[in-house]
């Protein structure tokens, strides 16, 4: 399809690990990124992952890759409250610098 | 400034009023993009600036918008007989344009608000 494609919401508890998924539309795409955007502010990169992957892992962040199917999951070990904003996945189509942005997810983590 | 810098960061105007929405980016950023956000969808190309090229202007919604940036930095963003469903968060980023990891840095948005 023509849209990156995220849950709207997800929910879960402090210290619970939480996954988010994406679905993004061109398998060409060199580097896919995930951003974070806390109240009141705008995106900041979060972590990023080049196509010949399948994982990237840093720190409390694991990234996962499958270009077969074209999806991106970002997983987020022992959540904090501090963790709750909304997660973007974004991807480059190549030949272009228009970066393509899921509709992202809301992360609220429940004390 | 260490960031990109939006101002004004809200905006209240009446239907049919023009507005301006500025954006200063990071010094010796090449590349400069405009993104509208709205309640509950994604974030929607609007412009992307270059260096000296011409601008992708394929996601102006229509020909009420028009962006310049001038001198190669600062952009300003202008909505003509502005409408409520221009009603958005107006977001500006820029990056050093040919970035291997290509991060965008983003400025924290000027909420608009159509009466």
């Known amino acids: 399809g023509e849209d990156v494609e995220q849950s709207l919401f997800l929910s879960v508890r402090e210290g619970d690990s939480s996954v988010i998924n994406c679905t993004y539309t061109?398998?060409?795409?060199?580097?896919l990124y995930w951003y974070k955007q806390e109240p009141g502010a705008g995106l900041q990169l979060l972590t990023y992952i080049f196509s010949n992957m399948d994982m990237k892992q840093d720190q409390r962040l694991t990234v996962l890759l499958n270009k077969k199917d074209k999806h991106l999951s970002l997983r987020i070990a022992d959540t904090q409250t501090g963790d709750s904003a909304i997660y973007f996945c974004?991807?480059?189509?190549?030949?272009?610098?228009?970066?393509?942005f899921g509709t992202g997810t809301r992360l609220k983590v429940l004390a | 400034g260490a960031g990109v810098s939006q101002s004004p960061s809200n905006k209240v105007t009446e239907k049919g009023k023009d507005v301006e929405l500025r954006c200063d980016p990071i010094s010796g950023h090449t590349a400069l993009y405009w993104y509208r956000q709205s309640l509950g969808q994604g974030l929607e190309f609007l412009i992307y600036?270059?260096?000296?090229?011409?601008?992708?202007k394929s996601g102006l919604p229509s020909d009420r918008f028009s962006a310049e940036r001038t001198g190669g930095s600062v952009s300003t963003l202008t909505i003509q007989r502005t409408q409520q469903e221009d009603s958005a968060v107006y977001l500006c980023a820029s990056s050093y344009g040919t970035s291997n990891t290509g991060e965008l840095f983003f400025g924290e948005g000027s909420r608009l608000t159509v009466l």
């Open positions: 974004a991807e480059i189509p190549p030949g272009t610098y228009k970066y393509i």
């Open positions: 600036f270059q260096g000296n090229s011409a601008p992708d």
């Open positions: 061109d398998s060409s795409s060199t580097y």
